[in-house]
């Protein structure tokens, strides 16, 4: 299946030149266009796409802040900034852009963004022998919550991961997913920190049930759990630091 693509940049010629290049690569398909940061958001929110092109300037709101706020509808999406501005990279290391741009574009440098966004979907590695090698001990313990349907009484270790999801936070268990309006924060104050670990500004990880790690982007990895499909994002720099909890 074709991954999803929208492209946001105000100038038309620019958002041409994209799409000229996408058609003629294999496994993308461009389903909609913005002007601005505004219209980007409106159109990420009701087709859900897998891949979004971001122009740093627009009117309104800028590429920045629409992905500031595209990470909290869905931080799996992979955001590529597109822009004549190179002194922008800082900011979209923040919020953990699988690539950055440069134009005018080399045709080269842009399949190969594509082409690394493909193997990211279909290719998993293993991480090093330090993750396997070391058992921890693991604290089972109960996490209540409350919402509309009353309260609910989770085991801690249970729970494979927890993220930020359509502007709301979800416990995600085997069995049964939890939405909260407590923030990531509040609850990882809740929680034993032996066990888990904030991966990403948008996720919370079960560090026991760690399967395998993918490369995923220009400065982050893919997080696998063992029996689920279920996956978390992990920074470049939680990842070095959790390869030191296992040494």
């Known amino acids: 299946m074709d991954l999803k693509v929208i492209l946001a940049d105000d100038e038309k010629g620019m958002r041409l030149i994209l799409n000229k290049i996408l058609s003629k690569a294999e496994g993308f398909e461009v389903i909609g266009e913005a002007e601005n940061g505004n219209e980007a958001l409106r159109l990420i929110?009701?087709?859900?796409?897998?891949?979004?092109?971001?122009?740093?300037?627009?009117?309104?709101?800028?590429?920045?802040?629409?992905?500031?706020?595209?990470?909290?509808?869905?931080?799996?999406?992979?955001?590529?900034?597109?822009?004549?501005?190179?002194?922008?990279?800082?900011?979209?290391?923040?919020?953990?852009?699988?690539?950055?741009?440069?134009?005018?574009?080399?045709?080269?440098?842009?399949?190969?963004?594509?082409?690394?966004?493909?193997?990211?979907?279909?290719?998993?590695?293993?991480?090093?022998?330090?993750?396997?090698?070391?058992?921890?001990?693991?604290?089972?313990?109960?996490?209540?919550?409350?919402?509309?349907?009353?309260?609910s009484f989770i085991d801690t270790g249970e729970i494979i991961l927890i993220r930020r999801e359509n502007r709301n936070t979800v416990i995600h268990t085997a069995s049964e997913d939890y939405v909260v309006s407590e923030s990531l924060t509040d609850l990882e104050k809740r929680l034993d920190a032996g066990t888990f670990f904030r991966s990403h500004k948008s996720y919370i990880i079960n560090v026991g049930l760690i399967h395998k790690i993918y490369p995923y982007g220009r400065w982050t990895y893919l997080v696998k759990f063992k029996n689920t499909e279920t996956d978390a994002l992990l920074t470049h720099e939680k990842n070095e630091y959790l390869q030191g909890m296992f040494k």
């Open 45 to 151: 929110e009701s087709n859900k796409p897998d891949v979004v092109f971001l122009d740093i300037q627009m009117p309104g709101l800028n590429g920045v802040e629409c992905a500031k706020r595209l990470i909290d509808i869905d931080p799996r999406i992979f955001i590529i900034f597109a822009t004549a501005h190179q002194e922008y990279m800082p900011e979209a290391f923040e919020v953990y852009a699988f690539d950055y741009l440069v134009k005018p574009f080399n045709l080269e440098r842009v399949d190969k963004t594509l082409k690394r966004i493909r193997q990211s979907r279909n290719h998993a590695y293993d991480p090093s022998p330090a993750y396997t090698g070391k058992k921890e001990k693991y604290i089972s313990d109960k996490l209540v919550i409350r919402n509309r349907d009353g309260m």
